[in-house]
Nanobody, 122 residues
Framework: QVQLVESGGGLVQAGGSLRLSCAAS????????MGWFRQAPGKEREFVGT????????YYADSVKGRFTISRDNAKNTVYLQSNSLKPEDTAVYYC???????????????WGQGTQVTVSS
């Protein structure tokens, strides 16, 4: 079992930045690729980005490429999502997830956090 807890969400103006964190406990964190997903009201869960077990490579959805950056600190069992130049359409609940596969498909992720709300005002 891996327990994941996200933090760092909040309300920000368009153009602003937030850094989300996801703290893991349980099994060996470095054994898992980590992903970030988001879900806006009335929409399906959407892939944001993923990072491999070692920290490289990373892969992002086109909608966030160049604005969002995923990193991880395996010594701290934590993965981060630095989100810059935020837009109102980035408003969603953001989830981190763990997988034994480096993948953009939510179906490959076994462990999920409870989510953290990000709201971007225009």
């Amino acid at each position: 079992q891996v327990q994941l807890v996200e933090s760092g969400g909040g309300l920000v103006q368009a153009g602003g930045s937030l850094r989300l964190s996801c703290a893991a406990s349980g099994r060996t964190f470095s054994n898992y690729a980590m992903g970030w997903f988001r879900q806006a009201p009335g929409k399906e869960r959407e892939f944001v980005g993923t990072i491999s077990r070692s920290g490289l490579p990373t892969y992002y959805a086109d909608s966030v490429k160049g604005r969002f950056t995923i990193s991880r600190d395996n010594a701290k069992n934590t993965v981060y999502l630095q989100s810059n130049s935020l837009k109102p359409e980035d408003t969603a609940v953001y989830y981190c997830a763990a997988s034994t596969y480096y993948s953009s498909s939510p179906n490959q992720y076994v462990y999920w956090g409870q989510g953290t709300q990000v709201t971007v005002s225009s």
